[in-house]
Nanobody, 120 residues
Framework: QVQLVESGGGLVQAGGSLRLSCAASGSIFSPNAMGWYRQAPGKQRELVATMTTGGTTTYADAVKGRFTISRDNAKNTVYLQMNSLKPEDTAVYYC??????????????WGQGTQVTVSS
């Protein structure tokens, strides 16, 4: 099994920045994909960004140009740099690990979630 530990959420004013981190441990298979999804109150969980070990990425249209996903494969860690944050980015952000190296769909392993709140 794979365990995911997220960090870096918090409260920030609109226009500010945050950086999320997610470290994976356990039975790590490579290649794989790691990414971020988010869920706002009353809404479904949605893709934010995901990245394979090979460097292929995908982003939700709503975050393109503002968020950047990166990863350190040696540390099994994925990062999400979030700039120019907007109140509509407020959500619980979940890390995801997929043993299949694809950006098309999430894997079955989720982190506990970290709250990001953007005030206007």
């Amino acid at each position: 099994q794979v365990q995911l530990v997220e960090s870096g959420g918090g409260l920030v004013q609109a226009g500010g920045s945050l950086r999320l981190s997610c470290a994976a441990s356990g039975s790590i298979f490579s290649p794989n994909a790691m990414g971020w999804y988010r869920q706002a109150p009353g809404k479904q969980r949605e893709l934010v960004a995901t990245m394979t070990t090979g460097g292929t990425t995908t982003y939700a249209d709503a975050v393109k140009g503002r968020f950047t996903i990166s990863r350190d494969n040696a540390k099994n860690t994925v990062y999400l740099q979030m700039n120019s944050l907007k109140p509509e980015d407020t959500a619980v952000y979940y890390c995801n690990w997929n043993r299949i190296p694809t950006i098309q769909y999430p894997g079955d392993t989720w982190g506990q979630g970290t709250q990001v709140t953007v005030s206007s």
